[in-house]
């Protein structure tokens, strides 16, 4: 496969930010109360992500190892003020609806975890597919999560009313916070389900591309990593003929082909 | 063979009580409250109660399907569970309001977490507050029959009198349940005699949530108002009922009081400070989320053992 949809895939299907990977939960959780809010949210972080790995990618020779995250947060905090500005000037409704959580896309963990583990040690062209993929992802997450809230919460689907009041009391606590975390548990066990089926075929969709610090511990897939179990299973069987010291340091790298 | 006898390591004397068992009696406690309610409410009231039963026991029997476990509707959990969340929703809900409480509580709270003795919060509770923020509107909507709009509680909050007498027969509005103490407490007085619950907790719960009415309420020792907070809303209800629920709450004896002084304060703060009138289901299910910490620094002392301080390090 060619190298920039691997990413675009990686980003939206395998690596999704909000259903695998768990990552930007607090724009996730807070701004989908409605469709149009979740599509905002996702495509004005799409916007920062790929200009951020674009950036971050051109001057990853230049910045010092040492003071990169200044650096990188100087890259988005003035991607993200510009984004603001121009949503405030031609989508006012929106940037108000969203409000608080439209500058504290530079706190965003998907942004800077994709400069840190990809954009800084990779070209710029992949890297931009790699912030489009993933921003594509978190908008696809955020969008889905926000069409189920307003759906069930308001009957309308980006603003339209597809369930008449006649008959359908709206469910009101799917637009509040508490509905948040129901629809989001349900996307990821839904899709849990799908990767459990995939996986049966034997065509599995989230084999870990290749663990970004080699760690399991640190890593985001650990929860629905396939290799771990497996892994865990041969350590079992090596444990004990690998002495104390060995075992302390073992991490997933040893075995599974991350790294 | 003895039933008693069992060639096995300890424990090797064994209760006759088993879960259906214990079940079957909070069912028989909860019948004149249920009964009650039915005459209260007319059939609105007694459809409600089956079609809730109905939703619990079918959403378990469906859950253990899907997910390949053995079934464990026999044990009557979730008939216990359905009858509860029924006793806690006003006459007037719409059925398939009803239905999603029941699949709820069981769902959600209960089997998701491991089914019966796993779950954290009290699953009747736990659908009657998802129901509350989900239809707000349907669940303090108490118009039924002569009953119109009202609870003696929002009344009181209102300034207006009420007549004590009848909130202790009950020919008030309400929820189907919550409305006759005299009712409850025939019910509570059977599980009691019975030893299906012991006093601890919903003495605690009772005597602090008084204290903390007479302190707080701004009544002075008003009785006529102390004893229209306690027969009021589901406070009765609650104490004798959910908040003793077995999983749900402390297994140590003094966890149990410090359980029900948790839930008498809650349910005084959010009665007389809260935006609500009522505030027992909310009050339970945040006690219920204390319960593992109130068990953690109550462990009794096993016997023989002696407690030794941890000495100060000397200067």
């Known amino acids: 496969m060619n190298k920039n949809v ?33 599509l905002g949210m996702g495509l004005s972080t799409t916007v920062v992500l790929v200009l951020s790995n674009l950036l971050i990618s051109a001057f990853r020779k230049v910045i010092p190892n040492g003071v990169r995250m200044p650096a990188y947060i100087v890259i988005v905090a003035s991607l993200v003020t510009v984004v603001q500005f121009m949503m405030q000037a031609y989508t006012p409704s929106l940037s108000d609806s969203l409000g608080v959580y439209i500058p504290l896309i530079v706190v965003n963990c998907i942004i800077l ?67 948040a975390f129901l629809v989001l548990a349900c996307l990821v066990a839904v899709m849990n389900i799908v990767r459990a089926k995939m996986e049966a075929k034997g065509k599995p969709l989230a084999k870990p591309s290749g663990c970004i610090t080699g760690d399991c511990a640190g890593c985001g897939m650990s929860a629905t990593c396939t290799g771990k179990n497996r892994n865990q299973q041969q350590l079992k069987k090596q444990s004990r003929r690998i002495d104390t010291d060995e075992r302390i340091n073992f991490n997933c790298s040893r075995i599974c082909d991350c790294k | 063979m003895s039933d008693l006898y069992h060639v096995s390591s300890s424990p090797h004397v064994r209760s006759k009580d088993t879960t259906s068992k214990i079940m079957l009696y909070v069912i028989m406690a909860l019948l004149p409250t249920s009964l009650f309610g039915i005459y209260n409410f007319g059939i609105r009231a007694l459809i409600l109660i089956l079609v809730t039963i109905a939703s619990c026991v079918a959403s378990e029997w469906i859950f253990n399907k899907i997910v390949h476990k053995k079934n464990s509707i026999d044990d009557l959990s979730a008939v216990v569970t359905g009858l509860l969340l029924a006793l ?128 707080f309420g701004g009544h002075g020792f008003d009785m006529n108002y102390v004893t229209a907070q306690l027969c009021g809303g589901g406070l009765m209800l609650g104490a004798f009922f959910m908040a003793t629920d077995y999983v749900t709450s402390p297994i140590t004896p003094r966890g149990q009081i410090i359980f029900g002084i948790c839930c008498g304060i809650f349910t005084g703060l959010f009665r007389c400070f809260g935006a609500n009138a009522e505030g027992v289901s909310f009050a339970i299910i945040l006690s219920n989320l204390l319960v593992p910490m109130i068990e953690k620094y109550t462990v009794p002392n096993a016997f023989g053992v002696v407690k030794t301080k941890p000495e100060k390090e000397a200067k």
């Open chain 1, 6 to 38: 691997e990413r675009l895939y990686n980003g939206i299907i395998k690596e999704n930010p909000t259903f695998v990977l768990m990552l930007g939960m607090c724009p996730t959780l807070a701004v989908t109360s409605s469709a149009i809010n979740g």
């Open chain 1, 113 to 179: 975890g994709r400069a840190e583990s990809y954009a800084s040690k990779n070209p710029v062209v992949p890297s931009i597919f790699d912030g489009l993929g993933m921003g594509l992802g978190f908008t696809l997450g955020l969008t889905l999560i926000g069409l189920f809230r307003e759906l069930l919460g308001a009957g309308q689907i980006f603003g339209a009313q597809v369930l008449s009041l006649s008959w359908f009391t709206p469910i009101t606590i799917f637009v509040m916070a508490p509905g």
């Open chain 2, 88 to 215: 806690n929703l006003p006459a007037s809900l719409p059925w398939w309001e009803a239905v999603i409480g029941g699949a709820f509580a069981i769902v959600i709270v209960k089997m998701m977490f491991g089914g019966l003795g796993q779950n954290f919060m009290n699953p009747a509770l736990g659908a009657r507050c998802f129901l509350l923020i989900a239809f707000a509107a349907d669940m303090t909507n108490f118009t039924v029959g002569a009953y119109s709009g009202a609870t003696p509680l929002a009344q009181m909050r209102n300034g207006e009198a009420v007549n004590t007498m009848s909130m202790l027969i009950g020919k008030t509005a309400g929820t189907i349940g919550e409305t006759s103490a005299i009712a409850i407490l025939i019910g509570a007085i059977f599980l009691i005699l019975m030893g299906v619950i012991d006093l601890r907790i919903p003495a605690s719960y009772i005597i602090t949530f008084v204290v903390f009415i007479l302190l």
